[in-house]
């Protein structure tokens, strides 16, 4: 191959890289905006039997698809949304039950993933509480805003720890970080660190279990059917293993 071929053979490869990373971010784009007509037909329905309710607990500004530059030949850049964590613990939830949030107040456009409850100002702490009693499964995500750290307080002082599960998001380590040094002296043992997810378990004893898998929330599909054959029986005497 001479080097006349040899440089069409490469103006024609980054041609095509090109049209190949523009095409990919558009199939993106095109994805999330077909998911976010679905979120709009999702419905609140409390069948508890049949879909027991999944609790979203997060900070407000976690919320929504964050975007990437994506770099190309000859400078060109391409913009592409990600999957936010809420959609990945979406896809893992359904296998569970109802995936379950409060909506930012006055907020109308729900985020790609738990169905929305809204709330007024006024209203929602005692929206959270209702739905912490509900729930058969509580996913919190630390943050170190004064509604997060509140509801992590209700968690604890209503004996939810057993039913609850922390998700530590690669972009939440700082956050993590001063939400363990603000509730640390409340536990003995210590909070894990890892550079990546985490899933973190607290018991009835205040023992702390963890994995930096996903798969860790599937454990409490278990503890889901045992609340169920149990019915009548107060949540706070049922444990769930990590």
């Given amino acids: 191959m001479d080097n006349i071929e040899y440089r069409l053979w490469m103006i024609g490869g980054s041609i095509l890289s090109i049209i190949v990373g523009f095409s990919a971010s ?10 976010k007509k679905e ?19 997060r900070a407000f500004d976690k919320d929504g698809i964050k975007e990437t530059q994506v770099p190309l030949r000859w400078g060109f850049k391409v913009t592409s949304p990600l999957d936010s964590f809420e ?35 006024s209203e929602w702490r005692e929206g ?27 968690i604890v002082n209503y004996g939810y720890l057993h039913k609850t599960i922390i998700a530590v998001s690669k972009d939440d380590l700082w956050d993590y970080k001063d939400f363990c040094r603000k509730i640390q002296p409340g536990f003995s043992d210590v909070f894990p660190f890892e550079d990546g997810e985490l899933y973190i378990h607290i018991d009835e004893n205040k023992e702390i279990y963890y ?17 169920k054959q149990i019915g009548s029986q107060p949540a706070e005497q049922i444990t769930g293993g990590g």
């Fill in 211 to 227: 994995s930096d898998k996903m798969q860790y929330l599937t454990v409490y599909k278990e503890l889901i059917a045992k609340y």
């Fill in 39 to 57: 979120q709009h037909k999702k419905n609140i329905q409390f069948n508890i039997d049949k879909q027991p309710i999944v609790l979203y607990l």
């Fill in 87 to 121: 959609m990945k613990l979406d896809r893992k939830i359904q296998s569970i039950g109802q995936f379950y949030a409060v909506n930012v107040p006055g907020k109308t456009e729900s985020e790609i993933g738990a169905v929305r409850e809204s709330f007024q100002d």
């Fill in 128 to 154: 959270v509480l209702k739905l912490m009693n509900m729930a058969r499964l509580i996913i919190y995500r630390p943050a170190k805003s004064d509604g997060i750290l509140w509801e992590f307080d209700r």
């Fill in 26 to 35: 558009a199939l993106r784009k095109q994805r999330i905006r077909k998911l």
